[in-house]
Structure formats: C-alpha cells, structure tokens
C-alpha cells in the first residue's frame, strides 16, 4: 500500500483508489483548480492582495465579430450578423461552443498584452497576474483576473477614485 499525507492512494492489489491525485495535472479538474487556489493564497500571503479583480465577461448574443464566426461555423457566411435573432444566436453559440470559446480565448489573449503595455490603463505597471475562466450555465465564458500593481495608487485619494470609476466602466472593442 503506497500513502500520501496519511491517505491511502494505491490498494492491495496497487489500484489507484484516490482518483484525485491523479486528476490534479488536468487542467480544468477540480484537483487542478484546487492545487492553484492554494498557490494563489500562498503567493497573496507573501506578496499582497491583488491590486485588482477583472471580469470580463463574453457578450455572446450580441458581439458581431461571433455572431459572424458562429454563421461561419454554419456554412452561412453571407448572412449578415445583425440580421439573425436572439434566438437565432443562442442556437448557434450550442451549435458551435468550441468556436465561441476561441473567440473569447483570442479576445483575452489581445487584451493581457494591451494592460501589460500601458501603464496609465490600470494606474501602473502590470508585475504580476493570475487568471482563471468559468463558464456560465447557457456556455458563455467569463475571465477571473487578477492583477497586481508596482506602485498601485491610492484608492482613497480623489486621483485613485477616478482611475476606478475609469476602471470600472471600461468597455473594449476589437
């Protein structure tokens, strides 16, 4: 029998019998996540609490660029994204997830470098982050961020009220 932190992991016969020691290299497995939640309490242990929690959502029924990707998806390029229904959109976002999830993916991967870039977008330079992205129920991904700040401004400071309230009604096109 082969045991980890006083559990047993192998059996007699050297059958795994804890499943979720195995799981936690699989990314997305609860074991996975549970693994990065303790280096993410541990990490603002040490360092500080994030300067920032972001949540981009997707705004799937309604952003054109994957209204278009999805009616491409379909075999319906010519289709004019603006002219399909609500409905219409929803159907085709359970058609095609995975279309819908690289879109998001690639938007995300636009916007990380965009903050890194600038300093002035949240009121410093970008020294460290941590991510995670969830789907909602109906499918649409959203992204847990958080960010830390190298000399992250005073928050109850007028100039500090203002880079939230600047902060907190962003809105980006791509």
Same mark, same amino acid.
């Given at each position: 029998?082969?045991?980890?932190?006083?559990?047993?992991?192998?059996?007699?016969?050297?059958?795994?019998?804890? &499943?979720?020691?195995?799981?936690?290299? @699989? !990314?997305?497995?609860?074991? +996975?996540?549970?693994?990065?939640?303790?280096?993410?309490?541990?990490?603002?242990?040490?360092?500080?609490?994030?300067?920032?929690?972001?949540?981009?959502?997707?705004?799937?029924?309604?952003?054109? +660029?994957?209204?278009?990707?999805?009616?491409?998806? %379909?075999?319906?390029?010519?289709?004019?994204?603006?002219?399909?229904?609500?409905?219409?959109?929803?159907?085709?976002?359970?058609?095609? /997830? &995975?279309?819908?999830? !690289?879109?998001?993916? !690639?938007?995300?991967?636009? =916007?990380?470098?965009?903050?890194? !870039?600038?300093?002035?977008?949240?009121?410093?330079? &970008?020294?460290?982050?941590?991510?995670? @992205?969830? =789907?909602?129920?109906?499918?649409?991904?959203?992204?847990?961020?958080?960010?830390?700040?190298?000399?992250? /401004?005073? =928050?109850?400071?007028?100039?500090?009220?203002?880079?939230? %309230?600047?902060?907190? =009604?962003?809105?980006?096109?791509?």
């Amino acid at each position: 029998m082969i045991y980890t932190c006083g559990k047993k992991i192998r059996g007699k016969e050297g059958a795994i019998e804890d &499943v979720h020691l195995q799981m936690r290299s @699989i !990314r997305g497995s609860s074991a +996975y996540w549970r693994i990065a939640m303790n280096e993410l309490i541990a990490f603002i242990k040490c360092v500080d609490p994030p300067t920032w929690f972001i949540t981009p959502s997707c705004n799937d029924l309604k952003w054109l +660029y994957i209204r278009k990707a999805l009616l491409i998806a %379909n075999k319906r390029p010519d289709v004019d994204p603006a002219s399909i229904c609500i409905d219409e959109a929803q159907q085709l976002i359970e058609m095609y /997830p &995975v279309v819908l999830s !690289r879109h998001f993916s !690639r938007r995300i991967n636009a =916007f990380m470098p965009h903050i890194k !870039r600038n300093p002035g977008f949240l009121g410093g330079q &970008v020294v460290d982050h941590w991510w995670r @992205i969830e =789907f909602q129920n109906r499918g649409s991904p959203h992204l847990n961020l958080l960010v830390w700040i190298k000399n992250e /401004p005073s =928050f109850d400071t007028p100039a500090g009220i203002a880079l939230i %309230n600047k902060v907190d =009604f962003v809105q980006l096109s791509f």
